[in-house]
Each structure stands twice: as C-alpha cells, then as structure tokens.
C-alpha cells in the first residue's frame, strides 16, 4: 500500500460516479424508464444509490435481475443507455465540498483529473455539462484504454497525460476496484466514504492509505 506524504502529491485523480459527482439520481431515472418500458413500477433512489458505480450491468441486475447471459439483456441495456445519453446531468451535481477541493487543488497548482470506467460517450458530455471538462487535466474514460479498472493502465494512462509519476498522485474512489488500480500502480488509493458503497462493505481489507467522509478532507493528506 503506498503512502500520502504531506508535499509529496502534485496530482489529485478521481472516479467520477459515486466520487466526483452524484450521478444516481439520473441513473436511477434510466433504470426506472427501463423497468417503465416492461410494466414495472420505479424503484426509489436509497435501493439503486448503492449500485451506481457499477453501471448498467449493476443497476439491471439489482432493478431487473437482468444479467448479460439472459437473451433480454441487451434490449434493456440499449434502453437504459440511450435514455441515460438523453438525460445525463438532469439531477447530478458535483458531491458537497468538491467543487472547493477541485478550486483550492487548483489555487495550489496541484493538478487534478478523471479517471472512470464509464464509457467516453457518457464522461465527457456529462464533464462539460458539470462545467469541469476543459478545467481537468485529464479525463480517462472505461473504454480510452485497452483494459479498464481494477487493471491498472488507465490510471497510468493517466500518469503519462499529465506528466506525473504515480506515486507522486493519489486516486479518490468509492470502489474496491478503484483501490486494487491504485495499488496496482504503487499510487496511494483513498476510499470516499461518502460514494456508493454496498452497506457491510469490509473496506478495511481494500488496502487503501485512508479514508475520508468528506472531499475537502484531502487537503489534510495532502498538504
């Protein structure tokens, strides 16, 4: 597991969905819509929140109990999608106290991007809705790369864009997946307790350096 050392970070990476913005409303919308389209009645937000940051897949499977094997599948997951690319950034916003960590990151010159497993059909428009696309540094999507996270390259991808060695970054998720990326890549990997994470969650075993409750609680590792 590596470390954060006061002085010793000059980038900041984060996951977008569940860390950088509070993308389940609109998530949880596309869901609905797709149950809507088979007679369902809407499932309410508290049920859905936790699988957000597992995408489509996550949210059929616990909505629907839709897997990639039934021979249904792929209708619904054109459904979900299509509808959430037409409504993207109706009720997401930015997590509270983001915006004040991405602006005293900048004040300081620290540099700061996005580094996601959601496809570049979906970040970017949702980046440039949110007023942050031309303001990140970087901004690496599930599909820029050949592999997506756990696997290390996109963050090391992300390494290369910005000109920083990974140990010289620290990377902001709510996933076990985010963590085991940032181990992979010697890159200390904090864990935002404030995303969407599953209740009964053993995250002392995801080998993070820390854990905070609020975004504005990394300027205290990193300065």
């Known amino acids: 597991m590596a470390e954060v050392h006061p002085g010793s970070t000059d980038a900041v990476l984060f996951d977008l969905d569940g860390t950088f913005a509070d993308t389940a ?9 797709t149950r809507s389209l088979k007679g369902l009645p809407p499932l309410p ?24 094997d039934m021979q249904e599948f792929a209708e619904l997951r054109t459904a ?22 991405v602006e005293s990151l900048e ?3 620290i540099k700061w991007g996005i580094v996601t497993n959601k496809p570049h059909r979906f970040t970017l428009p949702l980046m440039r809705e ?8 970087c901004i690496v999507s599930g599909d820029t790369c050949s592999r997506a996270k756990p696997h290390p390259e996109p963050l090391l991808h992300a390494c290369g864009l910005i000109g920083v060695q990974p140990e010289r970054c620290a990377y902001l998720g709510d996933d076990l997946r985010d963590m085991q990326a940032a181990n992979a890549t010697g890159m200390p990997g904090i ?24 975004p504005m609680e990394m300027l205290d590792l990193i300065f």
């Open 25 to 33: 409303p609109d998530l949880a919308s596309a869901l609905n819509h």
């Open 45 to 68: 937000l508290e049920i859905l929140r936790p699988q957000a940051s597992h995408g489509a897949a996550g949210l059929l499977k616990v909505g629907m109990n839709a897997t990639p």
């Open 80 to 101: 979900f999608l299509d509808f959430y690319e037409s409504h993207i950034c109706v009720r997401t916003v930015l997590f509270e106290g983001m915006a004040e960590l």
């Open 107 to 109: 004040i300081r010159r």
């Open 130 to 137: 949110l007023g942050y696309a031309e303001r990140a540094a």
């Open 191 to 214: 864990i935002a307790r404030y995303g969407y994470i599953e209740k009964g969650a053993d995250l002392d075993s995801w080998g993070a350096h820390s854990m905070i409750k609020h």
